[in-house]
Nanobody
Framework: QVQPVESGGGSVQAGGSLRLSCTGSGYPHSDVCMGWFRQALGKEREAVAGVYIGSHIKYLSDSVKGRFTISQDNAKNTVYLQMNSLTPEDSGTYYC??????????????????WGQGTQVSVFS
């Protein structure tokens, strides 16, 4: 399925953890990149993490470095976002996207063409 499908959102207390999953396959090119974005109510969409599927090159935004990890399982066509030490500021809708590697495009060097429906993450204090 080309359109990424997210899962794993939920509600968690501050300091807790969640793992998001994103499954997608069948892209018409080999230089695939996948990424996670989030959008809080009333705020702009923010790039969180990304990975080049072939080379495993990864991107993490400064706001999540040291707390979030992006990983992949190629056998399952799945990318994971492990989120630890969550704070209320991490709350929002998390979107997975897939695209083609395009280094000049900031911040992940990926031209995202396919987007998931989003999964909600709520962190309460």
């Amino acid at each position: 399925q080309v359109q990424p499908v997210e899962s794993g959102g939920g509600s968690v207390q501050a300091g807790g953890s969640l793992r998001l999953s994103c499954t997608g396959s069948g892209y018409p090119h080999s230089d695939v990149c996948m990424g996670w974005f989030r959008q809080a109510l009333g705020k702009e969409r923010e790039a969180v993490a990304g990975v080049y599927i072939g080379s495993h090159i990864k991107y993490l935004s400064d706001s999540v470095k040291g707390r979030f990890t992006i990983s992949q399982d190629n056998a399952k066509n799945t990318v994971y976002l492990q989120m630890n030490s969550l704070t209320p500021e991490d709350s929002g809708t998390y979107y997975c996207a897939a695209g083609r590697i395009a280094p000049p495009i900031d911040p992940m060097g990926c031209d995202f063409g396919w987007w998931g429906q989003g999964t909600q993450v709520s962190v309460f204090s």
